[in-house]
Nanobody
């Protein structure tokens, strides 16, 4: 069993900051890429940021310069530091990890349950 547990969401005013965390636990052999996605009401889920096991990052144009993704491989945890938040950042944020679990010989994606981020005055 593999679990992804997110934390750090909430309500923040425009211009504020939040830090999301996602801890991966369970029968893990190795974790490859990790990332954050978001889904606003009535919209499709979209990529926010990804990070490889070596630390290379990729961001959606809409968050470049404001969001920073990082990971702690020793803790199997990925973070998303969100600064200068805008109302259009309001969404449910989902953590993703592509990993190999015990007893499985291939990489497959796992998802967290999602955490709500609301940016409003």
């Amino acid at each position: 069993q593999v679990q992804l547990v997110e934390s750090g969401g909430g309500l923040v005013q425009p211009g504020g900051s939040l830090r999301l965390s996602c801890a991966v636990s369970g029968s893990i052999v190795s974790i490859n890429g990790m990332g954050w996605y978001r889904q606003a009401p009535g919209k499709q889920r979209e990529l926010v940021a990804t990070i490889t096991s070596g630390g290379s990052t990729n961001y959606a144009d809409s968050v470049k310069g404001r969001f920073t993704i990082s990971r702690d491989n020793a803790k199997n945890t990925v973070y998303l530091q969100m600064n200068s938040l805008k109302p259009e950042d309001t969404a449910v944020y989902y953590c993703n990890a592509n990993l190999v679990s015990q007893g499985v010989s291939y990489v497959r994606p796992y998802w967290g349950q999602g955490t709500q981020v609301t940016v409003s005055s």
